[in-house]
């Protein structure tokens, strides 16, 4: 193989030496390192090369043989950079490859320098050894394979319009750089991506697909997804939030992971999601979990956040603690399942206003308030609890004689507005309970059947149905004018 072969001949160990290499000089040269001796290899001083290749026939008993060590210098070199030798040591100095990087040595210690790679960066076969590199990936079409330990990468920075696939679990380095794309970069995961208390920043049109998952985990002050264009997207199959104190950052904005989007704690552990003031649109399935003796919170209520859900809601406590302040504003125009538990603390509040698609009940849910703008909400058969219910004519109920059977709805104020060409459809023939504890709830332009509420006031049914089998309403009322609305019963919706 042509290029310059070590051999220590000066036996300084000076790797810029052309003494070393048989009189050959190895600036702009291909440095092979191979079994010619196991003398270690230490640059001196900075220096541009076309390539370096460490054999796995470099290396040796004693503790320096086989060693190539880089020395803090700055190295550059516009193919590749190959490592299979017994010990690599990087250190602080700026690393710059025109090529791939392919590292299988035994003990592989790039340390803190900054490494700018054009190509493939493959270590997955590293098992021993320190935190990789701040590294910077340039290339389009291009792979990192990173280390199967802890410790993968002290950060990673997938540079403006570069394209990387990402294709072994890869942790970043606790309090090191994060993981940041720049404007027009692709990061696509086809293996999990763990960023371990460090901050996560997307630019213009940056996105983040694949099929695995995003890992945000041990976020404090400084951490978290600390940045989000507008234009930037995450739709990678999961975004993982994990463990997180209040003080990390969700930044405002969109999220569509493919598959879903959780915040969980394990046991003993607690995570605080603090919304930041803004608008969040999450567009995936959103989670909060917890395990055995987990606490997840997820707080929009300090910084009067807004959160839009376009998909399924759900809440698995799984024996642990869950907290939710604020309002869950349900939209978009699909279909969503809401089963966020009949727990006291799971929510404050629940807005459905939709363009389109219906809200089913697959668990009974408490909150403060209800509000029904817009769109159509299926019961399910499941129990309605909430200080407020406030509903206008944009709203239905699913069609059917038995849309209302089985559910118990208790609440403090009601004023529901169905439309007088369009009736609300609040039927369920075979039984269901209303209790409403302050005075004069009103139901306004909608067809009743099956209801009891005889538990709490007596019901005002203003230009409605009696469909039969009503107990505690009055349906003698003709007119809006006739009936008195309590304060705040409107949730807030114009009425008072």
Known sequence: MAGATWDNGGGDHD????????????????????????????????????SIAATADYTGAGDD??????????????????????????????????GDVLATCANYQPETGTWTVAGDYDVADITDGHAGPNLRLTGSGKTLSAASTSNSLRSLTIVAGASITSDQTCWLYANGGGLALEANATLTLTGRMVANNVPVTLAAGATLDGADTLTVRNSSTGDGITSLDATAEITCDRLQLRAWTADATLAPGAYAPSGDMVADAFDGETCVVQLSEGTYTINSHFKLETSDTGATTLDGLTNDATLNLTNHVSVDASGGDINWTGTANLTGAGNQNLDIGDLANTIDGVSINKTGGTVTLTSGINVDSLSLSAGELDPNGQSITAGTIGAVDEFSIVDGDEAMTGVVVLCDFLRVIGDAENPLNLRGDGGWTLTVNEPTPTIENAIISGCDASGGEEIVAINCTDAGHNTNIDFGTTSPSDATVPMGAGLGLGFD
């Open 65 to 98: 043989d086989g060693k190539l060590d880089f020395n803090n210098k700055a190295i550059s070199l516009t193919s590749d950079l190959t490592l299979a030798n017994k010990t690599f040591l990087g250190g602080t100095g700026a690393v710059s490859v025109g």
């Open 15 to 50: 790797a810029n030496a052309a003494a070393n290499y048989g009189g050959t000089d190895p600036a702009g040269n291909a440095l092979i390192f191979d079994d010619t001796t196991a003398d270690y290899a230490q640059f001196s001083d900075t220096i541009s090369v076309e």
